[in-house]
């Protein structure tokens, strides 16, 4: 069986089909549903189809419409294939699963709507409604991907399978790699002093008060919130869920009442106070006034002092870089000898579109090897450090190899050979399982597999 790549087999629908099974009210007041398809005791809908060839097109997917259409098609055949299969085999998934990855997805279209309220008048409905059409959808969707991870989990591939992949690709296909880096870094972070941190606290203190004694919390946001998001909206935040937040921040918030005002919170951006706005199921609405801790002069000295000491250390030869790290990082790269971590994929090595333009700009000037001095920088959530940056490698741009980019090549071809892991089993499963195509318009379809047994 041949790889394929026309279909989807990682199952997009759970991407998209997610939300569109929300609008089949709405789509079948236009056309009268029908079902086109079974897999097994498993019906396909018209509006299943339509559903998501409306999310394709509004994603700008224009051309081919038709084979758009029969590939979702076949895509929905495959998911029903595997949901199928996992009524056969009695694959359980608990209602407390369900819900977490509802809640996740929700908090996901929450955010990319703007709140809760804007999700409901899109669909026309409440969020306890969604939530109960989304319930089997996504039930479904985590029985079927059981099922498909259960195909792949013993698909291993050797280097010999890896070389012989790699030299099955037509030397006009070979992708091109752009430059990749790997660097290591100290990173020396100033102390917030406890003066700094009890005049915060005094000041927030002062707002808090005055809320209390009457003013609006909204005024008194606007006019002193150091959230520069949420300051020009009356501190509101917007409709969130649990795990979004600071920790800390959460556990207070989820436990007013609506118009409560809290005591004051610490985070590590600060002290906050907020007051509930609503709570509607699982999600709340706050406004929130955040005086952040900031860093002295004083302590930006000290630091500096530090890291430019350190740096003369390794520069004398009296300590290496990787006991420098371990000795003074803050970073939890200390523990692996400073080696910077890619949080996109967990690994080593950076693209240049992956790194800071303003670190790719000094990488990109140095020697592999060389030691770029101490320089202040911005770290997550506008706290000022301190680095010393060490360049590791550089590649130039080229041709896919062997000899510089294995890993690469052995993660595609462990994904070609999962792809036909997964063909081999539904060449099998179609024959052994009742499938009916009924829509003469479908039956046409350029199928990559055989579904119609007629």
Known sequence: MRANYNIKIVISIVLIGFMSSITLNSFSQKVIDRIVATVGSNEILYSDIENQYMQYLMQGYTSDREGIRCQIFEEILFAKLLLNQAQLDSVVVSDDMVESEMDRRLQYFISQIGSQEKLEEYYHKSILAIKSDLRSTIH????????????????????????????????????????????????????????????????????????????????????????????????????????????????????????????????????????????????????????????SPVSMKIA?????????????????????????????????????LNPQTGGAVFSAESIDKELFFKLDKMNVGELLPPFLYMKERNKKAFRIIRLDKRTKPHKASLEMDYDKIQKIALEDKKGRA?????????????????????????????????
């Open 140 to 295: 479904e969707q985590m029985l079927s991907e059981q099922v498909k991870n259960q195909i792949t989990s013993d698909v291993k591939i050797t280097p010999s399978e890896v070389r012989a992949f790699y030299n099955a690709i037509p030397e006009d296909s070979i992708p091109l790699i752009s430059s990749e880096y790997k660097y290591s870094h100290i990173i020396v972070m100033p102390e917030i002093l406890p003066e700094e941190k009890e005049y915060a606290k005094h000041k927030l203190e002062g707002i808090r008060k005055r809320i209390i004694d009457g003013a609006s919390f909204s005024s008194m946001a606007r006019m002193y919130s150091e959230d520069p998001g949420s300051s020009v909206k009356g501190g509101e935040l917007g409709d969130f869920g649990r795990g979004v937040m600071y920790p800390e921040f959460e556990a207070i918030a989820f436990s007013l009442e609506p118009g409560e005002v809290s005591e004051l919170v610490e985070t590590e951006a600060g002290f906050h106070i907020m007051e509930l706005i609503k709570r509607k199921g699982d999600f709340i609405n706050v406004r929130h006034i955040l005086i952040m801790t900031k860093v």
């Open 304 to 340: 500096e002092a530090e890291i430019d000491s350190v740096y003369q250390l390794i520069q004398d030869g009296t300590i290496t870089f990787e006991e420098a790290a371990l000795r003074y990082s803050i970073d939890d790269s200390r523990f692996n000898g400073g080696v910077a």
């Open 422 to 454: 997964i063909g081999n089993w539904i060449t099998d499963k179609t024959d052994k399982t009742f499938i009916n195509v009924m829509d003469k318009d479908l039956k046409s379809c350029n199928f990559t597999y055989k579904w119609d047994q007629e």
